[in-house]
């Protein structure tokens, strides 16, 4: 039977997946949403731009939903809400620069206008009916990232969103250890933990290690330095900014996000940027090679980045000298590796010097390593555990840790997304599921591209498509002209003409035989055409090209 009055998490993004993190927690008419991220589409999605969580779920109970909580400002904890905020706009919470940031994406999306965004900082408590949630500063590889405590009349739920144990942080501003431990103190009813580095061993290592490896790297530097890193990454960003003044270099930004993300951090406060020293992309041929360093994106080898337009020699502004010195400040994220290997190469092969992580230590993670994660455990001591942001390997490994660390197997949940897990300070149980998914984006299209749109578009790109043209006179039901075939990614034509004209004929008997038996429905017509040159060609190629048979009346 259900509790009324036990508290239910849903997860409806994050788990068993990188990316599209999303998960809300729910006592009685209180609905309140930690997050509300996107995934970038895997090689089978074919044109698809960006993937969604399905918040089918939050929209029908819409009326007891009180806000969007935001743990901080990456992609896969903000991208989603453009499109969500539209049929669920509610207020959103999150620290200045997280709000910066979605305050920029809802006004290239033109609904800044009518969205509610509320400012918090860390440490501070927003108080519903039954419901407090509290923001506690943590340290990620993005400034104000916060977790988030939810104080429940059954207790409370540390939801910790990406984190990392930073004791040198560029910012000054550590990980609220100390408040962490009161809570630990007092109890933790569930801890909800980032998984991600829940495979490494040890501990992540500070960001501030990073800025001298680019002050080692900048002084060997004879010529331009082109940095790629993550547009987010304010503290990175920070850091290379340092050495430029240090090495009396200029800096310009190269690439969409670069420019708009350095000008919103710059402007709250959380990028120092001294006057004069940013010079325009389109100006730097006007400082001498040893003066000037280029920000971009494109490290982990998007075909459009700025990065892999410089390495294709078709960015407008820069083209790569011999003695450039290039450095990919990230890791190439799971799925990656081959385009980023090939933009190594095309610089290397056009006279670069390319320095990566495999080569020195020019990245760290922004996620906990498993020493961390026992820190974590160890000081909320929580009485529940769902280990969250992680593929099945990750979630797996970060339960095992838990049981390393004494916790009651019978007492960890490794949740789908849907799961609807209900708490109390007695029991907690997996209680049914909620309808929870993927939503693909692709250019305006909100959804509209499914599950048969995707698999055409496979076959289309596997196989081709042929198309079979008929036009018949309206009266007599004659064919007046046709069938013409025209293919497009299944064979070339001037080499295949025997097999075209095949397949012209056995269509041109297809629909004569359906006539001579009075069948003139056009979807039987097709299907006839259809059915037959595709099971000639199946036999002839071992393909499965898409059949389209289109019939025109005169």
């Known amino acids: 039977m259900k509790e009324k009055n036990n508290v239910k998490v849903i997860p ?76 669920l706009n509610v207020p959103v919470y999150g620290t200045r620069l997280t709000l910066g940031l979605i305050e920029s994406k809802l006004e290239e999306h033109k609904i800044l206008d009518v969205c509610d965004l509320r400012s918090v900082e860390a440490g501070d408590t927003i108080e519903l009916d039954k419901l407090k949630v509290e923001f506690i500063r943590t340290n990620h590889s993005i400034a104000d990232s916060c977790a988030i405590a939810v104080h429940t009349p059954q207790g409370v739920i540390v939801h910790t969103g990406d984190f990392k144990v930073d004791f040198t942080p560029i910012d000054k501003k550590r990980i609220d250890l100390q408040r962490l431990a ?63 003044l240090k090495y009396k270099r200029k800096v310009a930004f190269s690439g969409r996000s670069m420019e708009k993300i350095s000008e919103v951090a710059k402007n709250l406060g959380y990028l120092d940027i001294p006057d004069g020293l940013l010079v325009d992309l389109a100006n730097i041929n006007s400082c001498a090679d040893n003066e000037i360093t280029i920000v971009t994106t494109g490290s982990q080898g998007e075909p459009m ?35 980023v290997s090939k933009i190594i190469n095309d610089l290397t092969k056009k006279g670069a010097k390319v320095i990566c992580k495999s080569i020195t230590a020019i990245h760290v993670s922004g996620h906990a390593c498993r020493e961390e ?112 075939v025209i293919t497009r990614g299944f064979v070339y034509v001037r080499d295949s003409e025997g097999l075209l004209t095949e397949i012209r004929d056995l269509a041109s008997d297809s629909i004569e035989r359906c006539i001579s038996k009075k069948i003139y429905q056009w979807s039987k017509l097709k299907n006839e055409v259809r059915n037959e040159v595709g099971e000639f060609v199946y036999q002839k190629t071992k393909r499965k090209p898409i059949i389209v048979p289109i019939i025109m009346e005169v």
């Open 12 to 87: 409806l993004g994050g788990l068993g997946e990188i990316g599209k993190n999303i998960a809300a927690i729910e006592y009685g008419d209180e609905i309140i949403v930690i997050d509300c991220g996107l995934s970038f589409p895997d090689t089978e999605m074919y044109g698809v731009d960006i993937v969604i969580p399905d918040v089918t779920y939050l929209v029908e109970n819409k009326e007891r939903v009180k806000g969007f909580f935001i743990t901080h400002g990456h992609e896969d904890h903000i991208g989603a809400l453009p499109y969500v905020l539209r049929n």
């Open 182 to 244: 009161q809570l630990g103190k007092k109890g933790v009813l569930l801890l909800m933990a980032d998984s991600t580095n829940a495979l490494t061993e040890g501990y992540t290592m500070s960001e501030s290690a990073v800025g001298e490896t680019l002050d080692d790297l900048f002084g060997k530097a004879k010529g331009r330095v082109i940095v790629a890193t993550f547009a987010s990454n304010i503290h990175r960003m920070q850091q290379i900014i340092n050495s430029s």
């Open 305 to 339: 980045s700025a990065l892999t337009r410089i390495a294709n020699s078709t960015h407008k502004h820069i083209s790569i000298k011999n003695d450039d010195t290039v450095i990919i400040s990230a890791t190439a994220i799971p799925g990656n590796e081959k385009s």
């Open 373 to 484: 994660l026992k820190l974590m455990h160890s000081l909320l001591k929580p009485k529940y555990f769902a280990p969250v942001h992680g593929e099945l390997r990750h979630l797996m490994s970060h339960k095992e840790l838990a049981e390393g660390l004494g916790q009651d197997s019978r007492n960890i949940f490794i949740l789908e997304n849907g799961d609807v897990l209900s708490l109390s300070r007695r029991k907690a149980k997996i209680e049914g599921r909620v309808h929870s998914g993927k939503v693909m984006i692709d250019g305006l299209g909100i959804g509209d591209v499914g599950n048969i749109v995707i698999r055409d578009r496979k076959s289309l790109s596997q196989d081709g498509i042929i198309s079979i043209i008929f036009v018949i006179e309206k009266e007599s039901k004659m064919v007046v002209s046709g069938p013409d």
